[in-house]
């Protein structure tokens, strides 16, 4: 069965602080991995990365995938109160059919 | 505007009761989704339709019953409540079919069952 695990569960940091968010996953005939931030309400997309050791950034935030070791990072730098939010990591198979997510990891960034 | 947009946001309601969550989307899009996020936040998808066509069916039971009127919309219709079902429900569309497509989810509907 198709697995993803995110790491840690929960970080509390202060602002400016840098995080680096972890997502590891199991999944059979992998396609992409995808980032999401969730804050009170809907997921919104962050990142798809398909091929491995190729950073995609965007302003504060950049994200690459391993695909010998099987995780992905995310990281923030100068964090600020609005990155507040659960990060939601996901993987897709080949065929498109299948979209697994992990647990989250619920970032709290304090003033 | 909004691009995917759900209705009611809020459901309480009690066992043994149907309900209706429905969503629609502006974006063009043809596939759309349902999912539910229980409460320790996993999200797992549900159906998918594709212009009115169902795609995707995973293990649901079978009083959750999807109705896609046209492409633009997707309803979630749920007969005899449980429990359960209490969580939050989110619609989602995207251009194509697969799922490694980006997702554009709606505002989610929380469901809680008495």
């Known amino acids: 069965e198709d697995k993803v695990v995110q790491s840690p569960l929960s970080l509390v940091v202060h602002e400016g602080d840098t995080v680096t968010l972890n997502c590891s996953y199991e999944?059979?005939?992998?396609?992409?991995l995808l980032w999401y931030k969730q804050e009170k309400k809907a997921p919104t997309f962050l990142f798809m990365l398909?091929?491995?050791?190729i950073e995609k950034k965007s302003g504060r935030l950049s994200s690459i995938l391993d695909k010998k070791e099987l995780f992905s990072i995310l990281n923030i730098t100068a964090t600020q109160t609005g990155d507040s939010a659960v990060y939601l990591c996901?993987?897709?198979?080949?065929?498109?059919?299948?979209?697994?997510f992990g647990g989250g990891t619920r970032l709290m960034v304090k003033p | 505007d909004t691009a995917v947009s759900q209705t009611p946001k809020y459901l309480v309601t009690q066992m043994g009761n149907d309900k209706s969550i429905k969503c629609e989307q502006n974006?063009?899009?043809?596939?759309m989704y349902w999912y539910k996020q229980d409460s320790k936040k996993f999200l797992k998808i549900m159906f998918s339709?594709?212009?009115?066509?169902?795609?995707i069916n995973e293990t649901v039971p079978n009083r959750f019953s999807p109705k896609s009127p046209d492409k633009a919309h997707l309803n979630l219709h749920i007969n005899s409540l449980e429990l359960g079902d209490s969580a939050v429900y989110f619609c989602?569309?995207?251009?194509?079919?697969?799922?490694?497509?980006?997702?554009?989810f709606g505002p989610g509907t929380r469901l809680l069952v008495l």
């Open positions: 989602a569309s995207s251009l194509w079919t697969v799922l490694w497509e980006t997702q554009y």
């Open positions: 999944v059979t005939n992998f396609r992409s």
């Open positions: 398909t091929s491995s050791g």
């Open positions: 996901a993987v897709a198979n080949n065929a498109g059919n299948m979209l697994t």
């Open positions: 974006l063009g899009h043809d596939t």
């Open positions: 339709y594709n212009n009115k066509e169902l795609i």
